[in-house]
C-alpha cells in the first residue's frame, strides 16, 4: 500500500507499514482492550506475512479496490466480492482479508488519482503473465458482483489490462465471460 519516504513524498511499499501504523494507532491506551482486540490479532498476523507476499497481496488488492471505485462508489456486492477474492487469492482468514479491503479502498479513495498506475506498474513487475490474467478475471468479478459492469469499470479494467501489458486478445477472452453483466450490451439488449 502507501507510505511516506522523506523528501520524496508519498510512494508505493508494503502494506506492511500501514499494519504496523494501525498496530500503533490500536495500542492507544484510552481505547478500551475489548474494542481492539480481535483487530489487534489480525494485524500481528499480517505482520508475519512474509514482506514479498505482502506487497503482493496489498497491490491485488489496491487493484480491485480501484476497479470497484471506478464509478465513485463501492456497492456492498462488490466489497463482500473483494472479501472473498483476497481471501481465496491471498490465501488470508476471512477476518484479514475483510482488513486488507477496507485499507485497500480507503487508500484508493485518498490517492486512487495519484497511485493507480505506480501500484499497477509495481504489480505488472512483481508478477507473471499468469498472474495478471488472473487478476484481469478478479477485476471483472468484483465489477459484476451487482451484476452489471458499468463502461466505466470495464474502461477502467481496460485501463489496468493495459496497464499490466496484457494482450489484447487475452483481454476480450476473459471480458466475454462477463459478457451478461456488461451494461452497454444489456442496453442494447433492452432497445
Same mark, same amino acid.
Given at each position: ?6 523528501? =520524496?513524498?508519498? +510512494?508505493?511499499?508494503?502494506? $506492511? ?9 490500536? +495500542? ?5 482492550? +475489548? ?7 489480525? =494485524? ?11 506487497? !503482493? &497481496?496489498?497491490?491485488?488488492? !489496491?487493484?480491485?479496490?480501484? =476497479? ?5 462508489? &463501492?456497492?456492498?456486492?462488490? =466489497?463482500?466480492? $473483494?472479501?472473498? &477474492?483476497?481471501?481465496?487469492?491471498? /490465501? ?19 490517492? %486512487? %488519482? ?14 507473471? !503473465? ?6 484481469? #478475471? ?8 451487482? /451484476? +452489471? ?7 477502467? &479494467? ?19 465471460? !462477463?459478457? #451478461? ?11
Amino acid at each position: 500500500m502507501l507510505s511516506l519516504r522523506a523528501g =520524496t513524498g508519498v +510512494s508505493l511499499c508494503s502494506c $506492511m507499514s500501514i499494519f504496523s501504523l494501525l498496530k500503533k494507532n490500536l +495500542s492507544d491506551p484510552g481505547r478500551a482492550p +475489548s474494542e481492539t482486540e480481535t483487530v489487534r490479532k489480525i =494485524t500481528q498476523a499480517l505482520d508475519r506475512l512474509e514482506p514479498e507476499r505482502a506487497k !503482493y &497481496i496489498a497491490a491485488f488488492a !489496491y487493484l480491485l479496490g480501484r =476497479t470497484a471505485r471506478a464509478d465513485l462508489q &463501492i456497492s456492498q456486492e462488490e =466489497t463482500a466480492s $473483494m472479501e472473498r &477474492i483476497v481471501s481465496d487469492h491471498g /490465501h488470508l482468514p476471512e477476518e484479514q482479508a475483510i482488513i486488507v479491503v477496507q485499507i485497500a479502498k480507503a487508500q484508493n479513495t485518498l490517492f %486512487g %488519482g495519484t497511485e493507480n498506475f505506480l501500484v499497477t506498474r509495481e504489480f505488472r513487475e512483481r508478477t507473471g !503473465y499468469a498472474e495478471r490474467l488472473a487478476l484481469l #478475471d478478479c477485476l471483472f468479478a468484483v465489477a459484476a458482483a451487482d /451484476h +452489471s459492469i458499468s463502461t466505466i469499470e470495464d474502461n477502467e &479494467i481496460s485501463q489496468i489490462a493495459d496497464e499490466l501489458r496484457i494482450e489484447h486478445h487475452d483481454f476480450i477472452s476473459v471480458r466475454s465471460r !462477463y459478457r #451478461d453483466s456488461l451494461a452497454v450490451l444489456q442496453n442494447s439488449q433492452k432497445a
